[in-house]
């Protein structure tokens, strides 16, 4: 029997292929077939007349390959090394600093830079999601895409803005493809957000979606048991009240849910007027 061959891709099926893949980025104006053996030696990249020559002599025609085990400790050593590297921090300047140094977790080798904050630290409020995605990865700002949007709408319903609040992410840097981060990967990334917590020592802490909920507030029941309930979350000197609630990029896929998550930016609200009226 003969076999048919499948008919080639069209254009459309190529770009949902490698949308599924996480490639949403060029990184070249024209494709490369780095399969393919080259006819000819690629010509050299022009260089500056401004390096020294002893520079051009010395440069090795292509750099060496880095061993993973190279870029980043074990998994057991980086979580002690962020424990350690985040509890010396003062301040959320250097908090930061050691952030933009740590070789700890391989997300940063993928990432365009780090996504640390937004905001006022001086705010009563901190909001803290999951990861950032493709548009904070390119601003450098948590919550700057559609469901950034969508937040700023949220915390305007109760009278707040980003100069009222101070917005962060439990991992600062971008996942490729914007997949689910590893437990690894947030255990090595906890100890950093949990410092920058207690440097802002807000009045009341909201962690948005289910990740970032399970992660600081230490619970395996998923959003809608916990959404809209108090918890107290513990920074080692002071108990700060904790609510969760829906993830605004959630509310986009699932705009039905959008009166619960008002009910709970309601009690936040209230809480807050509390804590004002009370302090």
Request: with cysteine; hydrophobic share 40%; aromatic share 6%.
């Amino acid at each position: 029997m003969d076999l048919i061959p499948e008919p080639a891709p069209n254009l459309r099926q190529l770009l949902a292929f490698y949308l599924e893949a996480g490639v949403d980025c060029a990184l070249t104006e024209e494709p490369v077939d780095r399969l393919s053996e080259p006819d000819a030696p690629i010509a050299p990249a022009p260089v500056r007349e401004t390096a020294p020559p002893r520079l051009l002599r010395e440069t090795p025609a292509a750099a060496p390959t880095v061993p993973r085990s190279e870029i980043a400790p074990p998994p057991e050593a980086a979580i002690a090394i962020a424990r350690e590297a985040a509890r010396t921090a003062p301040t959320l300047e250097e908090l930061r600093a050691l952030l933009e140094n740590f070789e700890g977790c391989a997300l940063k080798n993928t990432a365009t830079r780090l996504v640390f904050a937004d905001g006022n630290p001086q705010a009563r409020i901190m909001f803290v999601g999951e990861a950032p995605g493709r548009d904070e990865d390119i601003e450098g700002l948590p919550f700057v895409g559609r469901s950034g949007k969508l937040l700023d709408r949220m915390i305007a319903a109760i009278g707040l803005d980003r100069s009222k609040a101070y917005i962060a992410n439990v991992i600062p840097w971008r996942p490729p493809g914007n997949r689910t981060p590893t437990p690894q990967e947030t255990q090595i990334c906890l100890p950093f957000i949990q410092r920058q917590i207690e440097l802002v020592n807000p009045d009341v802490l909201v962690t948005l979606g289910n990740p970032s909920t399970q992660t600081l507030l230490s619970t395996r029941d998923g959003i809608m048991k916990t959404r809209g309930k108090w918890f107290d979350y513990d920074t080692g000197t002071r108990t700060i009240r904790a609510m969760a609630t829906f993830h605004p990029a959630y509310l986009l896929r699932s705009p039905s849910y959008k009166r619960m998550s008002w009910q709970d930016l309601r009690a936040i609200a209230k809480a807050l007027e509390q804590t004002q009226s009370s302090s």
